[in-house]
Nanobody, 127 residues
C-alpha cells in the first residue's frame, strides 16, 4: 500500500504563507487521488481540499477557497498544499490522504473517503 509523509509545517504569523508537502512511496503515485484534511485543537478533523490523480480537478473547502492551492508533481511522488494569507483559525494538524478510486473522489467533490493517511504535520498561526 502507499505510505504518506507530510512535512513543511511550523509556526508562522497571520498573513504569512506556508507550503506543505506530502511524499508518497510504495505504490505508483499517479494512481492516487490526494486529499488534505486538518484537525484544529479540540475539534474534529475537517476536509480542506483534494486533487485528482492527473491534477486536472481540484476541490476546496469554502473556508480556504482562494487562499489555499493544491497541486501535485507525479514525477516527484509529491502533493502540495500551498497556504497563503494564513489566519489563526488555520492552526491545526494537517494530514494528507490518498485513494485509488479517483472517480469516487471526483464525484464526492474531493471529500472521499480516503483509504491511506499520513501522520500529520502541525501548523500554528499566531496573531
Amino acid at each position: 500500500q502507499v505510505q504518506l509523509v507530510e512535512s513543511g509545517g511550523g509556526l508562522v504569523q497571520a498573513g504569512d504563507s506556508l507550503r506543505l508537502s506530502c511524499v508518497a512511496s510504495g505504490r505508483k503515485f499517479s494512481n492516487y487521488a490526494m486529499g488534505w484534511f486538518r484537525q484544529p485543537p479540540g475539534k474534529e478533523r475537517e476536509w480542506v481540499g483534494a486533487i485528482s490523480w492527473s491534477g486536472s480537478n481540484t476541490f476546496y473547502a469554502d473556508s480556504v477557497q482562494g487562499r489555499f492551492t493544491i497541486s501535485r508533481d507525479n514525477d516527484k511522488n509529491t502533493a502540495y498544499l500551498h497556504m497563503t494569507s494564513l489566519k489563526p483559525e488555520d492552526t491545526a494538524v494537517y494530514y494528507c490522504a490518498a485513494d485509488r478510486d479517483n472517480h469516487k473522489v471526483v464525484i464526492t467533490g474531493g471529500k472521499g473517503p480516503y483509504d491511506h493517511w499520513g501522520q500529520g504535520t502541525q501548523v500554528t498561526v499566531s496573531s
